[in-house]
């Protein structure tokens, strides 16, 4: 597969444009076959200004502790909620604690992964994901970019808070990959309504702190229609020329991030990189895009990315919450006054994810491009 790989690589800068065309669908990425390569293909090796710079600084996180507010205290909600305010207006992360999660839930969560990822290539790509789609298996988006490709591996499936939605994600991943990933799919069904019941909570917390009524977004969010992502980053025998997920804010609304013990995720802020480092009992959670939108810009959607190391692969499951296709995102009244005009355009969450999968490879300037696109569109 390299070798093919690599020709297809040689023969991809030698054909006019329409057969390179066709020489890109055939690149595929399989790092079970590449880690045997002493040099990594030139797709994969970024721009010297966006190479992962040596040992990053530690980000220090606030970590947010919901037992209280879980449990309905009063003190400790406002506390709570006074934490997420500081940490929105700096840089848009926080990390959580006693979040109620069930740590076997967890666990399997981790362990899945490696049952579905460390399948064949072949069997992996029976839910590959076709273009301009979001759901389904991808590898480094070959065919979908041609340089600049992420050192990674993911599988991203839609979930459904909506009451008849119950076996949504079991059922999607039992139809791609058949009965013998049933178990698996019934874990990730329990990890999404997890991951949706705790993002509600958090989005209490959220309305609190912007000061805006405790249920507003609650309600904006209650049947929300959300994508799980699962990360997989091989091991990458060249760690200092590639990244495993490029610069980005997320087009989406509340990200709630786990990642396994190995770290790699990292956030711009004082304009550097920082590193988060891996802690098993908290969640990263950080603002996307869309929640910029709803809290006109009050809180800032922030930059980060993903490095790879050498020696082992690295896994993160990223709930990506997102609100039902008709949910209009505007502000509410109490954020918009003549001193807060409105700083983005009303729009719903199925025009931004088409333009993040149809028309603009997601960045840190996705939101301004995307109301550009829009203001253009209505011009
Ligand atoms: C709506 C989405 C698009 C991406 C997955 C979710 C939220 C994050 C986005 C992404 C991870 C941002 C970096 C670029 C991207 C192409 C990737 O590296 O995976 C983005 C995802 C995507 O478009 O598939
Ligand atoms: O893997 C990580 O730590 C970050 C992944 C990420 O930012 C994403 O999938 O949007
Ligand atoms: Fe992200």
Known sequence: MAIDCISNIASMTHHPKDEKKDEQKKLVFDASVLKFESQIPK??????????????????VPLIDLGGFLSGDPVATMEASRFISEACQQHGFFLVVNHGVDAKLLADAHKY?????????????RAQRKLGEHCGYASSFTGRFSTKLPWKETLSFRYSAENNSSKMVEDYLVNKMGNELRQLGRVYQDYCEAMSKLSLGIMELLAISLGVGRAHFREFFDKNDSIMRLNYYPPCQKPDLTLGTGPHCDPTSLTILHQDRVGGLQVFV???????????????????????????????????????????????????????????????????????????????WPMLLEFTQKHYRADMNTLQEFSNWVQQRNS
């Open 43 to 60: 797709e994969f090796i970024w721009p010297d200004d966006e190479k992962p710079s040596a040992n990053a600084p530690e980000l220090q």
């Open 113 to 125: 992964m490696d049952n579905f990822f460390l399948l064949p290539l072949r069997q992996k790509q």
């Open 270 to 348: 004082d304009n550097e990189w920082h590193s988060i480092s891996p802690n098993f009992e908290a969640f990263v959670v950080n603002i996307g895009d869309t929640f910029m939108a709803l809290s006109n810009g009050r809180y800032k959607s922030c930059l980060h990315r993903a490095v790879v190391n050498s020696h082992k692969p690295r896994k993160s499951l990223a709930f990506f919450l997102c609100p039902e296709g008709d949910k209009v995102v505007t502000p509410p009244a109490e954020l918009v006054s003549q001193n807060s005009p409105r700083v983005y355009p009303d729009f719903t």
